[in-house]
């Protein structure tokens, strides 16, 4: 299915939306509320979606944009979790032929094992910038708990996006052209 | 319309684009500074008076967990009569609160009475949205005079530091956070070192070397050492330590003495540019 270019700016608009919305409730309203420990890194479950679900080749530029928005939250900055973005782009486009998030359990599983691509990533960059790794084991078991409670809330969230991209179901795992 | 045609090309194409902004991105960011560029100042000034209204209005998410959805399944009356003790207990919470924070603020001016420097006292807005930083936001900027690298205190210790400021916004880079290091000297022995978070709200001890006479217990204050931080500030105690079969430096774990757990408000310590500029000596004066 293709879409137009129009119809890409409204659903990146909301996506864009959605994105600040999630960011206010994790870096403000959770930590109100006495959760302060863990985070729910919700940039990294759009951008999941993006890497697995389009098959675009602006879908980098859109990473891009969901993390220069990322950055107002947090001091990790755009680039760091763009470029972890793209490796996961890439392996999703390696292993299209077998992504298959036609359940519930496939969507948490196939969101699960990204998640653990882009952690490792992001942790490998950090501990190249802070030249220590003693603490690489640290900071991946930190992402653990709530990388699992994102995985969790991904059936809902793709739902959402699915309609918001308009995806239709039958598309097969790779949904939308641009 | 426009339709864009995608082909392997163009894909190839654009990954190696932005994969090249990204690693140009990645080898000039800082984690320990940051200026903030036109578009972050504007968004961050948009955005944060909503975080700043959702933390100020704590209570009322706390009451709407606690009491709204508790009595989902009660009836009708009870629901009435519930209501009505919660507004009761939330009127007693609200005074309560009050009392509190009034007892805080009044040791947090009193603590900072002793140090020679500006104060500018602020509310936290907001924590980092991503799991490894552990920087907070608070509710004053550049237009309260706050400055980057400013140290950030409150009446227990030590809190961080400034690491971006907008116009009414500032980010603090918390001792909790790994790109965060703070010299250290133990407040018994004076022996020196170096703390750096690590996770689960706890800090390491660094550089200590095996035969320094530190102890479970012992408390940590600023070394006053770098430039940032005044001399004296309580930092945190060292809760364990072990000996490991090699290497020359002990391993460390020290509790912040900052429940950051409990954290609202703090107080930013903006240097006192009078009492830190140093006083001309006439050369007669010294050679008397």
Known sequence: MRMRFSQLLVSFGITLTLLVLLE???STVLPVMGWKEYR??????????????????????????????????????????????????????????????????????????????????????????????DKFGLILWSFVPGSILLSLVSPLLFWFLDNVWKIPNESGPRGVEI | MKLINESSKTKIVNNLIVGILAVYGISQKRF?????????????????????????????????WDNYLL???????????KKQISRLESDLTTMEEVRKENLRLKRLLSYSDEMSHQRVMAQVVGWDSAN????????????NGIKVMAPVITDHGLVGYVYRVTDNYSDVLTILDQNNRVDVMVERTRTHGIVEGVFNFKCALKYIMRNEPVEVGDKLITAGVGGIYPKGIKVGMITDISKENFGMTLSVEVIPSVDFDKLEEVLVLIPNEVASTPIPVKIEEMKQ
């Not at chain 1, 759009?46 to 389009?54: E, K, N």
């Not at chain 1, 390696?94 to 359940?103: A, C, N, Q």
């Not at chain 1, 490792?120 to 950090?126: A, E, F, R």
């Open chain 1, 40 to 133: 729910l890194t919700f940039n990294v479950l759009i951008i999941l979606f993006l890497a697995i679900r389009m098959d675009s080749p602006l879908v980098p530029w859109l990473i891009m944009g969901l993390q220069i928005i990322h950055s107002i939250f947090s001091i990790e900055g755009w680039a760091l979790g763009t470029l972890a973005g793209l490796i996961v782009l890439i392996s999703a486009n390696y292993l299209k032929e077998v992504l298959h998030l036609t359940t519930a359990f496939m969507t948490m599983f196939t969101v699960q094992l990204f998640q653990f691509i882009w952690y490792l990533t992001v942790t490998l960059i950090i501990c190249l910038k802070i030249s220590d790794f």
């Open chain 2, 71 to 81: 009595i989902v399944n009660t009836s009708k009356e009870n629901s009435v009569l």
């Open chain 1, 24 to 26: 206010v409730v994790t």
């Open chain 2, 32 to 64: 320990d500074l940051n200026e903030p560029t036109l578009f972050h100042q504007i968004v961050i000034e948009v955005i944060s008076p909503v975080q700043e209204g959702l933390a100020s209005s704590k209570k009322s998410l706390s009451s709407l």
């Open chain 2, 132 to 143: 490894e930083f552990k920087v907070i936001r608070l509710n004053k900027g550049g237009k």
